[in-house]
């Protein structure tokens, strides 16, 4: 599938106030940005796509069908929706990657040889935890 690149029209912003250190600037400047992008009402994805989305995002997604990103990183709000949106990219065409089906390799012979040896190793320590045989007395 071709890989989706979405730009800030496609989503809604939303600014916030960042967590942790950083002292004034923290507590009066709304640097962290919250996007939020609907999956249903995006203009660039093809109804497969969104399939596709809705599928394997399922967990990540808001009731409302939205995917939601948050950068607090930068004490530049630029920054942050530059990250929140590179993430969201990132995000959205690793979904859209095809699976690739595993290949099946058969076992190397060193790999047989150390497999039955392990079972030999195995074998012997349980025969010895066994009680002894002993004769019947006649």
């Keep these: 599938m071709p890989k989706a690149r979405l730009d800030i029209r496609d989503v809604e912003r939303e600014t916030m106030f960042s967590s942790g250190p950083g002292g004034q600037n923290v507590n009066k400047v709304e640097s962290g940005v919250r996007l939020r992008f609907n999956i249903a009402e995006s203009q660039k994805l093809t109804e497969g796509q969104k399939s596709v989305l809705f599928g394997r995002l399922g967990s990540r997604l808001t009731e409302s069908g939205e995917l939601l990103v948050q950068s607090t990183e930068s004490r530049s709000q630029y920054d942050n929706t530059q990250n929140a949106l ?8 690793d979904a859209l990657k095809p699976i690739k089906k595993r290949v099946k390799t058969k076992p190397t012979k060193a790999s047989r040889e150390k497999r039955l040896e392990d079972k030999k190793h195995q074998a012997e320590k349980k025969e010895q935890r066994k009680k002894p045989k002993v004769p019947p007395r006649y």
Excluded: Q, S
Aim: net charge positive.
């Design 86 to 93: 590179e993430r969201l990219n990132k995000i959205i065409n």
